[in-house]
Structure formats: structure tokens, C-alpha cells
């Protein structure tokens, strides 16, 4: 044991060589290496505006319309992942490709609504519907001031994220019942460049940050194909469903959650789960409701990474699990407060 | 006294130390061994080393990553070799995952009170890899399943695949 420290030091050189090694190639090109056709971007909604909320609408509009290629890291507690983005909006469709480039090639494709997640040290494809129920601010409740009423939202300065100049967009919320947001959103083009979501304390919980984007241009089929080869005999998971009327349904909350809105319910294929999607506006939580395994009573919480939090229980023979990015008092309340309807 | 040749390296010891370390460096070559094997490793860092050591931070770093993690108690390390590495086979990959759940489960308690531990059942699963239920496994795919179809219905202000990242982050078995 008396090496621990010089293989310690050993570890830290390589690791710090490692990034001194991979870092000019992130800063200084787009992701891919791919020269991407310098191209005058294309401002979402014309004039940055001072009203916060008017923000948050070009966000939305940004991130679905505009083409991009960069690379962005990925921070939870100590936990970093850098990642490679390609988004490309066409036609009325988006078409993206994202890979994680620390760990196994984990790669993720999507191609309008069809989403593919890839994940070769599990040999294991998930097929889901992306943006089912259409992106952010479409499924805020129908009016801002709902919003409103569950964060303090102000704008505070402007700042420069990976060499962009960004406005600064501050949401606290006005209980313990929700993160905070933090938004640092391109001028010109409204693209949201940095995330962070912080906890009652005001500590970050998770951050998304662009450490390099080129924003605009043309974006080349060859950014956008996947490139993990998957073999027939891996798992393949569909997360897909159908809509479920709420009239249908027997299961409801005794008691409302504070802020939070009923948007959607599914039923997932060959008899998977019920699933109910409640928001405030920002934060989503999901509830997943189906038969349990005979003889589990199985109760408790769980960390779902990063920002995401699970309770489960075990009620009237039906497995409950509710999961959102949300503090873990709220996934236990909604989960405490499903029912069967009589 | 390795310590201090590293923390020499690192500029952190005083000059008496550095003189006496020069001077067993003179007499001692398997200290000298040590000494040439950090230069190199400085070499390789700054871009200098030679030829054929192209290539030598990704070996090591890829063998790193692919180091098992020894969960075993000590005293099984005399068991036959191909029941430990039966043993790994079977559950590492499930050890691994409730590890990135309690790594993360360790990060939400230090940042909020409020935070719940995991629950006694993860815990009890590294101690004691023998008795792990099979349904615990399961479970942790549904969770992870029920995470995409999650993402997928609820968004974010994120660019839309962005949040995946969430889901690929710390998948079962990673």
C-alpha cells in the first residue's frame, strides 16, 4: 500500500495529459471534425426582448428550428460526460445525433419522432416516441401566469457561454416542491447554451453547459447517421404507447400536487405500464402504474441520475413508481397520493 | 519515500528533502528506476515521449477503465479461479449498477437534507452479492425503461435529445 499516492499522482498525470491532449480538438472545430458552411444565423423571433417569459418562448422555438454542431459537457455531483450534438431542422423535421464520448459510445438518434437510444456495453436499443406531446413552452399550462405563480422569473444580465454572448435567465421557485433554473440563452438565435437546475440550498444539482457550438449552417447527413453497429441478437425496449383517455382510467391522485398540472396519459404496449405525466411548467414528474410481482411489498426511494428522483410503492396490487426532476419529497408525495377511484 | 519523490515531481517538498532525495537517487538505482519511470511519464504527458510509446495514456486508460472492481473479501482471494471468475461474471454487472445508483444516491445527500438514502435493499446487495434477488435487477431495467419514456413524454427547455443524457448517463450494467 505504500505506492497509493505516486499511482495516485500517476493517475491524476495521465488523466490531466488526457484532456490537455483532447482539448484544442473541442475548442477548436465543430464536433465530428466535419467543417460545417459558415452561414449568417437566424434569429428565432427577432429582437431579444426584456420580457423573461418572451425568453423562454425562444428557447423553445431555437432549440426545435435551428441548425447546430457541438460539443456540451454533462454534470451531476462529480459525475462529468462531454458529448457530441448534431441538430438539424428540415423540411418541418428534426433530425439529430448525440454521442457521448467518455465510457462506451453511447449514441443517441433521432429521426422526427422516432428516437433511438443505443447502448452498446448493455447491447440493449431503446426505441421511444421524442417530443411525443410537442417540446417546451407547448406543454406549459395554457397560461404564464401558472408559471408565474410557481417561479420568480427574472432575467439578469447577459454573460458568454463557448465564445457566444448569452442572457442570463434566472427561475426560482416559490417552494421547496421544485428545482431552480438557471438558463444562459444565446442573443441572436435564442439556443440555450448553458443549464443549470439548482436545489432549495441554491447548489446545482445538474448542468448542461455548451463548451463549443457552431449554430446555423448546413448540417450534413454524415453528422446525423448513426455509427454504433448493432447486432440482431441485442435487447431491443420499446417505451412507446397510446394515448389513454382520463375518463378511462381508475387510477387519480387523493390530493393535488401543488402547481402541478395533469398534461398527458399513456398506456405502454403488450400491457406495460399506465403512465401520467404532471407539470408545472418546467419540472415534469411521470407515474408508472402497473400489476405487481405476487408478494413484493417493495417501498422506498431511489436516485434516478442527476436530477431525477424514484419512490416506489406498492399499493392495491399495482407497483407505483413516480420519477421526475424534481426534489425527492414531491416524487414521494405524488406517489403517497395515487388511488384507485372507487 | 516513493511519496516523495512524487510529491518532488509535484514541486510540493522543501529544499533539504529535494537535496536529500538527489543524493540517494546517486546510490540507490532502484530509486533511480523510479525516478526514470515519472520523467517518462512527465515525457508522455508533455508530448515528448518516444515513438513507441505512442498510444501509452489510452492503453492505460482503457485498462484502467476495464480494472474489475474487487468486491471480494481478502481471504477469498485463495478460491479456486474460475469460481471467482464465474462469481464476477455473474454479478459485476449488477454490483456495477448499484453502485452508479449509490454514487449518485451519496451526491443527492450531501446536496439536500432532503434527500432520501437509498433504500436499505441497494445497500445490502454490495455486501452481500450472494443473496441479491433477481427481481432487484429487474427492477433497475424497468426504472431505467420507465426514465426514457419519462424523457420522452415530458421534455424540457433542453434541446430535445440533450436530456437523454440523463438516461444514458449511468445505465444499468455501466
Not at chain 1, 84 to 110: C, F, K, Q
Not at chain 1, 232 to 245: F, K, S
Not at chain 1, 262 to 290: C, K, P, W, Y
Not at chain 2, 65 to 80: A, M, Q, W, Y
Request: hydrophobic letters at 40%.
Amino acid at each position: 500500500m505504500t505506492d497509493t499516492k505516486p499511482m495516485g499522482a500517476i493517475r491524476k498525470w495521465l488523466v490531466v495529459g488526457l484532456c490537455l491532449l483532447c482539448g484544442p480538438s473541442f475548442a477548436d472545430q465543430p464536433a465530428g471534425g466535419q467543417v460545417v458552411k459558415d452561414e449568417p444565423t437566424t434569429p428565432i423571433s427577432g429582437l431579444p426582448a426584456a420580457d423573461p417569459l418572451a425568453w423562454l418562448d425562444r428557447i423553445s422555438g431555437a432549440s426545435r428550428q435551428l441548425n447546430y454542431v457541438g460539443t456540451f459537457s454533462y454534470q451531476t455531483g462529480w459525475r462529468t460526460e462531454t458529448s457530441r450534438i448534431a441538430h438539424r431542422y428540415a423540411n418541418g423535421v428534426e433530425s439529430e445525433r448525440m454521442e457521448v464520448l467518455d465510457g462506451s459510445p453511447r449514441e443517441i438518434i433521432r429521426q422526427g419522432k422516432e428516437m433511438r437510444c443505443v447502448l452498446p456495453a448493455q447491447r440493449t436499443v431503446i426505441i421511444g416516441q421524442a417530443g411525443k406531446r410537442g417540446n417546451f413552452p407547448g406543454r406549459l399550462p395554457h397560461s404564464h401566469a401558472e408559471l408565474t405563480g410557481n417561479y420568480h422569473i427574472r432575467l439578469d444580465g447577459v454573460g458568454r457561454i463557448a465564445g457566444h454572448e448569452a442572457q442570463k435567465l434566472v427561475l426560482m421557485p416559490r417552494d421547496e416542491l421544485r428545482f431552480g433554473h438557471v438558463f444562459w440563452v444565446e442573443l441572436k438565435t435564442g439556443l440555450l447554451l448553458k443549464s443549470q437546475m439548482l436545489d432549495p440550498k441554491g447548489e446545482v444539482v445538474e448542468q448542461f453547459a455548451f463548451s463549443n457550438v457552431h449554430i446555423g449552417g448546413k448540417v450534413g447527413d454524415e453528422l446525423l447517421a448513426p455509427r454504433v453497429k448493432v447486432d440482431a441478437d441485442w435487447r431491443t425496449v420499446d417505451v412507446g404507447g397510446d394515448d389513454e383517455a382520463q375518463f378511462k382510467s381508475q387510477w387519480a391522485l387523493r390530493e393535488p400536487l401543488p402547481g402541478f398540472s395533469l398534461m398527458t396519459m399513456m398506456r405502454h404496449r403488450n400491457g406495460g405500464a399506465l403512465q401520467m405525466v404532471f407539470s408545472d411548467g418546467l419540472a415534469a414528474i411521470s407515474i408508472f402504474i402497473e400489476p405487481a410481482e405476487a408478494g413484493v411489498e417493495a417501498r422506498g426511494a431511489y436516485p434516478g441520475g442527476g436530477a431525477v428522483n424514484v419512490f416506489e410503492r406498492v399499493a392495491g396490487g399495482h407497483r407505483i413508481t413516480v420519477l421526475g426532476e424534481v426534489p425527492a419529497p414531491l416524487v414521494q408525495r405524488a406517489a403517497e397520493a395515487v388511488e384507485v377511484l372507487k | 519515500m516513493k511519496e516523495k519523490l512524487s510529491a518532488m515531481l509535484d514541486g510540493e517538498v522543501d529544499d533539504a528533502t529535494a537535496r536529500a532525495l538527489f543524493i540517494r537517487l546517486k546510490h540507490d538505482n532502484a530509486f533511480r528506476d523510479e525516478w526514470d519511470t515519472y520523467c517518462m511519464l512527465g515525457d508522455l504527458i508533455r508530448g515528448d515521449a518516444s515513438p513507441e510509446l505512442e498510444g501509452f495514456t489510452e492503453r492505460v486508460m482503457a485498462r484502467l477503465e476495464n480494472e474489475p472492481t474487487i468486491l471480494v473479501p481478502s481471504g477469498r482471494k485463495n478460491k479456486d479461479k474460475a469460481v471467482r471468475h464465474s462469481w464476477r461474471h455473474r454479478l459485476l454487472p449488477l454490483v456495477a449498477s448499484v453502485m452508479g445508483g449509490l454514487a449518485v444516491g451519496v451526491v443527492m445527500a450531501v446536496l439536500s437534507d432532503d434527500a432520501p438514502a437509498p433504500v436499505a435493499a441497494s445497500v445490502q446487495s454490495i455486501e452481500t452479492p450472494g443473496t441479491v434477488p433477481s427481481t432487484h435487477s429487474i427492477r433497475e431495467g424497468a426504472r431505467h425503461d420507465y426514465l426514457v419514456a419519462h424523457q420522452a413524454l415530458a421534455g424540457g427547455p433542453i434541446p430535445s435529445v440533450v436530456h437523454y443524457v440523463r438516461t444514458v448517463s449511468v445505465p444499468p450494467g455501466e
